[in-house]
């Protein structure tokens, strides 16, 4: 069974900087999907960032220009770079990957901007 363990959350003051990353227990070379999401307190989950293997790259309107997605094959790692964070990137952080017709997701990992 294929599983995704996020790392690289914490807190950090407004304008800092983290870098998520999600370890896939598997070779992330065919991988069709890789996202990440987050889930405020008291908010819906939301879709930050997705690339889609051999298509695009999409970001949330609120993260673009400071948040990129990325992945090293040789790690089996996809991670999200976050820079300028501001107190409403705080949230639950989850990493998502898909082979084929396999979804799988993290259990998240925290990231607290204060302000």
């Known amino acids: 069974q294929v599983q995704v363990v996020e790392s690289g959350g914490g807190l950090v003051q407004a304008g800092g900087s983290l870098r998520l990353s999600c370890l896939v227990s598997?070779?992330?070379?065919?991988?069709?999907?890789m996202a990440w999401y987050r889930q405020a307190p008291g908010k819906q989950r939301e879709l930050v960032a997705n690339?889609?293997?051999?298509?695009?790259?999409n970001y949330a309107d609120s993260v673009k220009g400071r948040f990129t997605i990325s992945r090293d094959n040789s790690k089996n790692t996809i991670y999200l770079q976050m820079n300028s964070l501001k107190p409403e990137d705080t949230a639950v952080y989850s990493c998502?990957?898909?082979?084929?017709?396999?979804?799988?997701w993290g259990q998240g990992t925290q990231v607290t901007v204060s302000s």
């Open positions: 690339s889609i293997s051999g298509g695009s790259t």
């Open positions: 598997r070779s992330i070379f065919t991988i069709n999907a």
């Open positions: 998502y990957a898909r082979f084929g017709a396999i979804s799988i």
